[in-house]
C-alpha cells in the first residue's frame, strides 16, 4: 500500500510541495526544512512515502550517535491523503525499514503536546512514553521485539 524511497533530485520537488492540514502546521516541520537539516546533521535520512506512482508524505529517520538512539525525526502525510489509513502503513514501512537496514532493537519519536492524532496513531503501533521531554516534546520508545532465533545466539 505504502512504499518509502530514499529522497532523491527527481523526487525533491514533490516532498516540498506536500502540506499538512493547516491545523496540524504548528506540530511538524516544513519539509524543506526538514531535507536541509538531513543536509547538515550527520546520520539523517530522508525519505518519500509513495502510494502505487504517488508521494504522499515525508519521513525524516536519524540516528543520535552519543547515545545509539534511531529516531524518527518527522513523519507527515499530506492533507489530501490523510483519513486514509495511510499513516498507519506508512509508520509500519518506517519501522520496517529501520530494522531492515539498520537493525534496531528500538526507536525513538516524539510528538508537540496536544498532537493527540499522532498520539494516537504512536500508540497503536507499540510506541509508549518515556517520561522524557526533548525540546518540549514528548518523547516515546517502540521495543523491537527479537525473534526466537536471535535471542538463542
Not at 516540498?16 to 535520512?45: C, G, H, M
Not at 524518527?72 to 495511510?86: E, H, N, T, V, Y
Not at 519519536?109 to 498520539?119: H, M, R
Amino acid at each position: 500500500m505504502v512504499a518509502l524511497h530514499d529522497l532523491t533530485l527527481e523526487t525533491f520537488h514533490a516532498a516540498i510541495r506536500l502540506k499538512v492540514a493547516p491545523d496540524q502546521e504548528r506540530f511538524v516541520a516544513d519539509n524543506l526544512y526538514s531535507i536541509a537539516e538531513s543536509a547538515v546533521r550527520p546520520n539523517t535520512w530522508p525519505y518519500v512515502a509513495f502510494r502505487d506512482e504517488e508521494i504522499v508524505g515525508f519521513v525524516l529517520l536519524s540516528l543520535e550517535p552519543e547515545r545509539g538512539r534511531y529516531w524518527i525525526l518527522r513523519f507527515m502525510i499530506d492533507a489530501a491523503f490523510q483519513g486514509q489509513r495511510l499513516g498507519t502503513a506508512m509508520l509500519q514501512e518506517t519501522i520496517a525499514l529501520l530494522v531492515a537496514r539498520h537493525h534496531v532493537s528500538e526507536i525513538y519519536l516524539s510528538f508537540e503536546p496536544g498532537n493527540e492524532v499522532a498520539e494516537y496513531l504512536y500508540e497503536r503501533a507499540g510506541f509508549r512514553r518515556t517520561g522524557e521531554i526533548e525540546d518540549d516534546e514528548i518523547v516515546m520508545r517502540l521495543a523491537i521485539p527479537q525473534s526466537i532465533e536471535e535471542r538463542q545466539i
